[in-house]
């Protein structure tokens, strides 16, 4: 399985990015959890949101109601609709997927992206 992240950027406080990431892979499927997390410099990897098939959804407590998780089966692709976007959100996203049901702990995670910067400018 390989996961293509793209959509991060520089953005002004207040302000929008939408993140993608693309899985391929002959063995990947909707079967698959998928998701993104976060590390900023010096700290360590934490959860955003994940989605599993079926619509189960979690996120961390700082984005909620801010950020979105939603995911295209069809084309193997999940997304991250980022509104309202803090500085305290600046770090590299990585999207990561896992066989089934969705974790919290990035560690149960054993496929990940390349990982795309966000910044967010005060």
């Known amino acids: 399985v390989q996961l293509q992240a793209s959509g991060g950027g520089l953005v002004q406080a207040g302000g929008s990015l939408r993140l993608s990431c693309a899985a391929s892979?002959?063995?990947?499927?909707?079967?698959?959890?998928m998701g993104w997390f976060r590390q900023a410099p010096g700290k360590q990897r934490e959860l955003v949101a994940v989605?599993?098939?079926?619509?189960?959804?979690n996120y961390a407590a700082s984005v909620k109601g801010r950020f979105t998780i939603s995911r295209d089966n069809a084309k193997n692709t999940i997304f991250l609709q980022m509104n309202s976007l803090k500085p305290e959100d600046t770090a590299v996203y990585y999207c990561?997927?896992?066989?089934?049901?969705?974790?919290?702990?990035?560690?149960?995670?054993?496929?990940w992206g390349q990982g795309t910067q966000v910044t967010v400018s005060s």
């Open positions: 990561a997927a896992r066989l089934f049901s969705i974790s919290s702990d990035p560690m149960e995670y054993r496929y």
């Open positions: 989605s599993q098939s079926g619509g189960t959804t």
């Open positions: 892979g002959r063995t990947f499927s909707s079967n698959y959890a």
